[in-house]
Every structure is written in structure tokens, then in C-alpha cells.
């Protein structure tokens, strides 16, 4: 029936009146109020709704709830043009009560488009958060398991390990990893040392010599 552009909605492309509004309200459109009939719809009036429009004007139109025969529905007020045919009633600018009513509605819809954006932007932040938290957890779960597995193992593995490392495609051995060796050896050595002299000593004897009364 009526072809427009809805200025920042359906990505400004051409859709049907109908179509729009539908799709925007939820209920049916019924078709046109005649701007020279208004009084007369005023019985079944709810309230009046003002699109900005790019097509076929520039400008504002009035879609208005109405509730008729039992049933709910939007019509668009039209006025006569030269010929039989209407068009729609476009307002180039609000005035009053309507410019207020807008820009309400302005200030409403940006509030819940920064809401819904925030909340966005706090599931993400939670979501890594989370992610982060995973890998801490994983990556010291292998460090206690890497630490737990150097503890179990030989020192002299621990140092080959160590040399082919750091040293891969070395043929002469560091000096570095012979004063380790012989640390180790003297380190066994001492250990064994200390061990025997322990090993070698006799337990002091308990011995009771005499036994009181009371005591």
C-alpha cells in the first residue's frame, strides 16, 4: 500500500508500511485515517506514533493505535493529493509535546542500548576472566607436576637432561658440568662417611640400678 524508508531502521531500505509495522508493534495494519476525518476516529483512538521517514519525504508521519470492533490495530492519517489518490500526511518538523515525547524516547533507547552493550562487554570480560583462570590453574598444575617429577628423579638425570639442553650439539663437555660431577661424587662420599660413622657408634645401654618405693 505504502512503500518507505524508515530512517535508521530495516537498514534504510524500502519496505512496506504494512510490512514495518507489523513487525514493529505486533498487531495489524488497517489501512488510513483521512486527515479531514480525524474528529471522527477520535472515538477509537489509543494514542499516535511518530515515524522520521527518508522516503518518499523527508520528514515525520503519524501512525496511530486505534481500537475498533473488539480488536486492536494501527492506522497511518493520509491527506488528498490533486488526484483520487492519498498520500501520506509527512510533518517536516515535530512541535511541542511531540518534539519532548521524542526525544524521551531517544534518551530511553540509547539508555538500553549502552545497557545491553555494557552487558556485553561484562560477559566477555567474565568469559575471559574465566579463561585466564583455566590456564593459571593448568599451567601450575604442570609446574607441580614437572617440580614432582624432578624431585623423584636422580640428580645425574636431572644434569644429562640439563647438558642436552643447553647443549645440544656440543662434542666437548662443559667445564661447568664437570665441577657439577665431581660435586656430586663428593657429595656421595661424604654422605657415605657420615653414614658409616653413625652405622659404627653403640647405643647407649639403659640400665636401672636400683628401684625405690614411690618412685
Known amino acids: ?117 555494557n552487558s556485553k562487554t561484562s560477559d566477555t570480560e567474565k568469559m575471559l576472566g574465566k579463561r585466564r583462570q583455566i590456564m593459571e590453574e593448568k599451567n601450575v598444575n604442570e609446574s607441580i607436576n614437572d617440580l614432582y617429577t624432578r624431585v623423584k628423579s636422580k640428580p645425574e638425570d636431572i644434569l644429562q637432561e640439563w647438558l642436552e639442553r643447553d647443549y645440544p650439539d656440543t662434542k666437548a663437555v662443559p667445564t661447568k658440568y664437570m665441577k657439577i660431577t665431581r660435586l656430586f661424587k663428593r657429595l656421595d662420599i661424604q654422605g657415605n662417611a657420615w653414614y658409616n660413622i653413625n652405622q659404627l657408634e653403640e647405643p647407649i645401654p639403659f640400665v636401672v640400678d636400683t628401684i625405690e618405693k614411690g618412685n
Do not use: C
Open 1 to 117: 500500500m505504502f512503500r518507505i524508508i524508515l530512517k535508521n531502521k530495516f537498514k534504510e531500505r524500502k519496505i512496506d508500511l504494512s510490512i514495518a509495522t507489523r513487525v514493529m508493534y505486533h498487531q495489524k495494519f488497517t489501512g488510513s485515517i483521512q486527515s479531514e476525518h480525524i474528529k471522527w476516529w477520535k472515538r477509537y483512538w489509543i494514542k499516535p506514533i511518530m515515524l522520521e521517514i527518508l522516503y518518499p519525504k523527508k520528514g515525520w508521519i503519524t501512525l496511530v493505535k486505534i481500537f475498533r470492533e473488539g480488536k486492536p490495530s494501527i492506522r497511518v492519517i493520509t491527506v488528498a493529493t490533486s488526484s483520487s489518490k492519498r498520500e501520506l500526511l509527512v510533518h517536516k518538523q515535530l512541535y511541542g509535546e511531540e518534539v519532548q515525547y521524542e526525544q524521551k524516547k531517544q534518551k530511553t533507547l540509547e539508555k538500553y542500548r549502552d545497557r545491553k552493550k
